[in-house]
Every structure is written in structure tokens, then in C-alpha cells.
């Protein structure tokens, strides 16, 4: 035939150049059209039709079925705009009975070859009752397909209508980017009231497929899977994948699973799980260059985080093209291997770790064990990094045993005193991952030795002591305070420090140390080069400082200092030496550098003795002395041990020098008795002062001066010519 057009009815049917030819067998009772050249409509190709019991066909077309076969070497389908594109088929060969009453076909077999593909179907088109609503579709289709070799995911794209089950195809068409389709199953049940609802129902469509080499997408924001294999189930109205390997952002996935439950109503959630292996860095920084912007947004350091890992992701969201972050649901789970995160706090960083890792909508966290610097600890790291501004954005849980150079990061001078490690448990709460503004370390030091030379203390190991410190961070100064306890030592304080690491203030609460102090007061350094200390409390012991800065001992009245050290203390109880002390005293001692400038002491001895020491720098390596006291005789058996000298008034002046030169100091004592001396009394006897020696041995003989000019050096103190009257 030449081209042209056929009326059917009311409608019109293209036809281009067609070669036909119809045979019937007389013998068989068969007819056969034989179309080698075809071109109707939207069919082209090469077909042969076989109807088999023609005679029924033509005289009683109705009463009963009629076999028909159809073979053909290769076919073309354009069914545009209802699919995306012309099918070609290949090899086809079909058997089936056309029962026209019914008005249904009833396909036995039927083989084809779609692309690298072969299909074998069978199953049942009928047409819909003429009394069917309107809107139901015309007819039904009630089909099972299998297929052996590759298919494209176009290829199945092409076959499947817009109109069916088009979120369905919507999906496949935008996610399911690629890959090799094989072993598939379809079957479909769609009648013509299946559309009733604008969506097909699970048990009408079900495609099972394998895959192979797949890339698919699930978010917009996230890289693709890749080289992906499994095997899927595409319904009617959902969707589940189940996968056996595949690529994600470098890491190797072990196995995944996806499933879209609904594809309406739309924004029905789906949800995706997958499992994997690779660099944790990687998965990070790609979860932060998603719309997550952990790094850009909230400021956590990507790159100071590395190791390698084994993780499961879950995530859940709406089946919709455009999803909120809030509307976005996902939770990354698992473990990290040979971990290491820089810098995590205070420029300390956790090496060597095994560590689990959490991350999802609102919280990154990072719990195991590992190494701080050189201390093996337990450790949980968290952020919750949508929480900005919030003082405990980001929070630090750490225990283990640590050195003293650990300890003194934290602005505590531990490597001085300390020797070995304790036991530490650490509290760091800070407003976002690099910023630690509060602090709290609990020590437990019954395993360390501490050796405080100053005072002559140390706590030994297996004794109990214990340290609490905290740290707290405001724009210009950190605060530190630290509580520590021991067998008969306790002491509380803060300590402020500038930004640049500057000490800037002291405040001493408590400080105890049995036989040797009891104080408070505070510390400050109104300058870089001044510190003021001014001290309070119930006791001092002052004899080990007095004997080193004006003693003989060689000191020469120098303390390891540096810049002006000024100290102002008002004590209840104040020891000068091992068996005198003051009450109600004062304490005031200057420093330039290493050297004493002044040292002020005042107080009351025996209730009613005032008693006052003054020593003065007079810049030529020499210090002005001058002392008083109103009772004589208490003074003198304070500082020799015995009571031979009652009443009167005591002065003392001189010069006290140092780098080994001998100082001289003399003493006048005024109106003072001397009594009960026995070695005064022998040397008076033996001269035969028997007199005098009886008074000495009574109420003594009362002088109304007594001079006592001294030489004190490293070896002593010497009386050269002293004199008495009275």
C-alpha cells in the first residue's frame, strides 16, 4: 500500500508503506498475514499473525477463544507522548487466544529481546466494561514478565507510561543514575479502576531487579552511591533496596538498605541505612559540605579529626524534591580505629584512640579511648553545634592518669612538687568545639609522691590526697581555682590570669598547714613588674623565713624573686622562732628583685610585751636593724633559753651584712633585774662575792643599764665588752 490514512470509527489511522500478503491453509484451517513491510499507526517492523481454526474465527467469532501467533524479528512502538520514547523489540514470538466475546487476550507465551535483554511473559489484557465510569481507564492489563541479561535503567524508563505510577517514576528517573538491571521480575495487576485514587496500590505493580555497577542519588546535597550491586523491589506505590556493596564519598559500603514506604500521598517519608568502612575525615567533610555545614557554619574543625572507621548512616526525610533541614532526619553511628583529633583542647591533642563516633541533626560526638598528649585516658568529646551560644555547646568528658607536665597546662605548677602521675577526671564545657571557657579537674594523688620543699612537707605514696581545679574563661582573664587536701594541709583559692597567660590576682581562701600556717588574703599585681600579697589569719610561722633574711645563716636576705614583691599580714598568732611567738601581729616585708628592701614585725609577747623589728635596706649590700620591746627580760629568755632577767625595756640596732661578712648589733637593756643566772652566780662565788652572789641567787640586783655589743657570723654569735650599771 502507499501512505495515507484509514477512518476507524471516528478517528483516522496513519498508514505509510506496507507489504502484506494473506495466505490461508486450507488444509490446517489457518490463516496467516504476513506483513513484510509494516507501517500502521504507531507500529513499524515485521510481523507475521497466524490464526489458527479461521473458520471459527470468521463464522463464530464470538462463541469461542481463537489461538493467534505472532513472530517477529524486530518491531518499533511509538507510543509518544504517553512514554518517553519508540520501543524496538526484537525476536519476538508470542502465543495466545483472543476471545472476542470477552473481550480480553489471554497471552500463553511470549519471548522478545529488549536491548542486551530477553523477555519472557505471559498474562491477560482485557478491555472495560462499556459501563464503566468515566475516568476509569479503557482496559486492564494482568501481566508477568522475567528477563535475562542487562537492562539500563532507561530501558526500563522507556517502557513505563508518565501517567503510571509517576512518582515512582519520578523517582527512578532523577535518583537511579545509572547502573546494570538484571534478573528482573515483573508483575502487573492493573485493572481499570486502579487509577481511581491518582495512584497505583503495591499489589498493582511489583518489579524485582538485581543490580550492578549502580549510581545512585538519595539527596541532592550528598554524592551519589557508586558501583553500587543489590537487589530492589519497585511497587506500585513504594520502593525498597537492599544493598550488598557499593561506594560512598571514598568509603566502602558493606551493605545498605532504602525504603520509600509511600510514594503518595506525597512528602511520605523514606528512609535510607547503610553500613561502610573508610577515613573518617572523608565522611565528615562530606557531611559537612552537605546543608549540615558543620564546618562553615558551626565552626567545628573538619580537618583536625582523621583515623579510620566503620560507621552505619541513617536517614530519614519526606519524598519530596525540597526537605528542610529540620524536616531532614540522619544518625551516623560507629567506630573509629587509630583515631586522632588535633588540638582538641588546649592545644593538647588525643592520638593513638578507639573510639565510637554519634553524629545526627544536632549533636557530633567522639567517646573511647586514647591518648591526651602523654596521658592514656578515657575520653567523651560532644558538640551539640546547633545549639550556638550556648555555654555547654560543647562538652568534654575525660578520665585517666596524667603527668605533672599535663597538669601544669592548666596553670598549676605541678611538676615542682610532684613525682609520678594521678588520677584525673575532667569536666570541659565551652560555647563552641575550640572554645573551653569552663574547666573542672578532679585529682586523685594517692599514688604520687608530693614534695613541698618550702615547707617541708611531702605526702608519700598510698596516702591520701586529692585536688579539685576549675577553670574559667571570660574575654580578658581566666580564673582558676583549685581545692587541695591532704594529712594536715588544706587550701583553697583563684587565681587570675590575663589572656596572655599573665598571673593577674590571687585569692587565697584557705591555706592550712599544721605547725606551720593558717591563713587567707590575696595576691595582686597592679603592674608587670609588682606583686601584693596581703595575708590574714589565726597563725604563721615566720621563724624559717626571719632566719633566712636576717639570720646567720648565709642567706644574705634574698628569696628566688623577681620585680617588687611587696607582703602586708596581720596574723592572731605569729612564730619568730621555735618557742617565741606573737600575738596579734603584723608582718610587712618589701622586695626588690631577690633582695629585701624592709621587713617590718610587730606584735605582743607575753600578753602585755609590745615588741617591734624593723629592717631596713641601706642599698650598699647592708640592712639597718633596729628592735624594741617592753620587757626586757622576756625577750632575752625567749632567744636564750633561760629566765635570769626580769622587767625593764629592750633595744636592739646594728648592721647585718651579707655575702659572709660578720654583723654587728648592739643591745641596751634599761632598768631590767638580773636573777637566778647560775653561772653568773658561780663565777661570783669562786671570786668570793659571797655577798653579791647570795643577791644574784635572791631577788636579783636590778641594772639600770645593760649594754651587750654582738659580732654574729656563720659560726655564731660573740659578746665583746659587754657593760652593766646599777
Do not use: C
Not at 513484510?36 to 499507526?41: G, Q, T
Not at 584557705?510 to 599585681?525: A, N, S
Not at 648589733?665 to 652566780?681: D, E, G, H, Q
Amino acid at each position: 500500500t502507499d501512505s495515507g490514512e484509514v477512518g476507524v470509527g471516528d478517528n483516522s489511522l496513519s498508514i505509510g508503506e506496507n507489504d502484506i500478503v494473506f495466505s490461508y491453509n486450507l488444509d490446517e484451517n489457518s490463516a496467516e498475514i504476513d506483513a513484510r513491510i509494516l507501517d500502521v499507526a504507531s507500529i513499524s517492523g515485521e510481523a507475521v499473525l497466524q490464526i489458527e481454526d479461521f473458520n471459527d474465527f470468521i463464522e463464530a467469532p464470538l462463541q469461542v477463544p481463537h489461538r493467534i501467533t505472532l513472530q517477529s524479528s524486530d518491531l518499533r512502538m511509538d507510543f509518544q507522548p504517553h512514554f518517553p520514547g519508540v520501543w524496538r523489540i526484537q525476536n519476538v514470538d508470542a502465543v495466545a487466544d483472543l476471545d472476542i466475546n470477552r473481550r480480553q487476550l489471554d497471552v500463553e507465551r511470549l519471548t522478545a529481546s529488549v536491548g542486551n535483554a530477553g523477555v519472557r511473559a505471559q498474562g491477560r489484557l482485557y478491555l472495560a466494561d462499556e459501563d464503566a465510569p468515566e475516568g476509569d481507564l479503557p482496559f486492564g492489563v494482568a501481566l508477568t514478565a522475567s528477563t535475562s541479561g542487562i537492562l539500563s535503567p532507561e530501558d526500563v524508563l522507556l517502557f513505563w507510561p508518565f501517567s503510571l505510577g509517576d512518582d515512582a517514576r519520578n523517582w527512578v528517573e532523577e535518583n537511579v543514575l545509572a547502573g546494570d538491571l538484571s534478573e528482573a521480575v515483573f508483575r502487573m495487576d492493573l485493572r481499570p479502576d486502579s487509577l481511581r485514587d491518582e495512584k497505583l496500590e503495591d499489589e498493582d505493580l511489583q518489579l524485582d531487579f538485581a543490580f550492578d555497577n549502580a549510581q545512585t542519588s538519595f539527596l541532592e546535597d550528598l554524592p551519589p552511591v557508586i558501583d553500587g550491586r543489590g537487589t530492589a523491589r519497585l511497587n506500585g506505590n513504594s520502593f525498597s533496596l537492599d544493598l550488598e556493596r557499593g561506594s560512598f564519598s571514598n568509603w566502602s559500603l558493606l551493605s545498605g538498605h532504602v525504603s520509600i514506604p509511600q510514594f503518595k500521598p506525597k512528602g511520605e517519608l523514606f528512609f535510607i541505612e547503610a553500613e561502610g568502612t573508610g577515613d573518617v575525615h572523608d565522611i565528615l567533610q562530606t557531611l559537612s559540605d552537605s546543608r549540615l555545614q558543620l564546618e562553615n557554619q558551626y565552626g567545628l574543625k573538619i580537618d583536625d579529626i582523621s583515623g579510620t572507621g566503620r560507621a552505619t548512616f541513617t536517614l530519614q526525610r519526606p519524598a519530596l524534591s525540597e526537605v528542610s533541614y529540620e524536616d531532614t532526619v540522619f544518625s551516623l553511628q560507629g567506630r573509629i580505629y587509630d583515631g586522632a583529633f588535633n588540638n582538641l583542647f588546649r592545644e593538647m591533642s588525643l592520638t593513638g584512640g578507639q573510639a565510637d563516633i554519634l553524629v545526627n541533626n544536632n549533636l557530633l560526638q567522639i567517646s573511647g579511648y586514647g591518648r591526651f598528649e602523654d596521658a592514656p585516658i578515657e575520653f567523651t568529646w560532644s558538640d551539640r553545634f546547633r545549639d550556638e551560644g550556648s555555654p555547654d555547646r560543647s562538652r568534654l568528658l575525660a578520665s585517666g592518669f596524667v603527668s605533672p607536665d599535663f597538669i601544669n597546662r592548666f596553670g598549676v605548677a605541678a611538676r615542682t612538687y610532684m613525682s609520678g602521675s594521678a588520677y584525673a577526671e575532667i569536666e570541659a564545657l565551652g560555647p563552641s568545639a575550640d572554645d573551653f571557657e569552663h574547666v573542672d579537674i578532679s585529682l586523685d594523688f594517692q599514688e604520687t609522691r608530693l614534695d613541698v620543699a618550702e615547707f617541708d612537707w611531702t605526702k608519700r605514696e598510698g596516702e591520701n590526697a586529692r585536688a579539685e581545679i576549675a577553670l574559667n574563661s571570660t574575654g580578658e582573664e581566666q580564673v582558676t581555682s583549685v581545692r587541695f587536701e591532704a594529712d594536715g594541709v588544706r587550701f583553697g583559692g583563684d587565681v587570675s590570669l590575663t589572656t596572655e597567660g599573665r598571673l593577674d590576682r590571687m585569692n587565697v581562701r584557705e591555706f592550712y598547714l599544721r605547725d606551720e600556717l593558717d591563713l587567707r588574703g590575696e595576691l595582686r599585681r597592679p603592674d608587670p613588674d609588682t606583686l601584693e600579697l596581703e595575708l590574714s589569719g589565726p597563725f604563721l610561722n615566720a621563724a624559717p623565713l626571719l632566719d633566712g633574711l636576717i639570720g646567720a645563716s648565709g642567706q644574705g636576705g634574698t628569696l628566688p624573686l623577681f620585680g617588687n614583691v611587696s607582703l602586708s599580714a596581720d596574723i592572731d598568732r605569729l612564730r619568730l622562732r621555735n618557742d617565741i611567738e606573737a600575738t596579734d601581729a603584723s608582718l610587712d616585708i618589701a622586695f626588690i628583685g631577690p633582695v629585701m628592701q624592709s621587713l617590718d614585725v610587730s606584735g605582743v609577747m607575753d600578753l602585755d610585751n609590745q615588741f617591734s623589728l624593723s629592717v631596713t635596706a641601706n642599698g650598699n649590700g647592708e640592712s639597718a636593724l633596729s628592735a624594741n620591746a617592753s620587757n626586757a627580760g622576756s625577750v632575752m629568755s625567749a632567744f636564750l633559753g633561760q629566765e635570769f632577767m626580769s622587767g625593764g625595756a629592750f633595744t636592739m640596732n646594728g648592721t647585718l651584712r651579707s655575702s659572709g661578712q660578720p654583723s654587728d648589733v648592739r643591745i641596751v637593756l634599761t632598768n631590767t633585774r638580773l636573777n637566778n643566772a647560775p653561772l653568773l652566780t658561780q663565777v661570783l662565788s669562786l671570786a668570793s662575792l659571797r655577798g653579791l652572789a647570795d643577791v644574784m641567787s635572791g631577788d636579783g640586783i636590778l641594772f639600770s643599764q645593760v649594754t651587750l655589743p654582738l659580732i654574729l657570723d656563720e659560726r655564731g654569735y660573740y659578746i665583746e665588752g659587754a657593760q652593766a650599771s646599777g
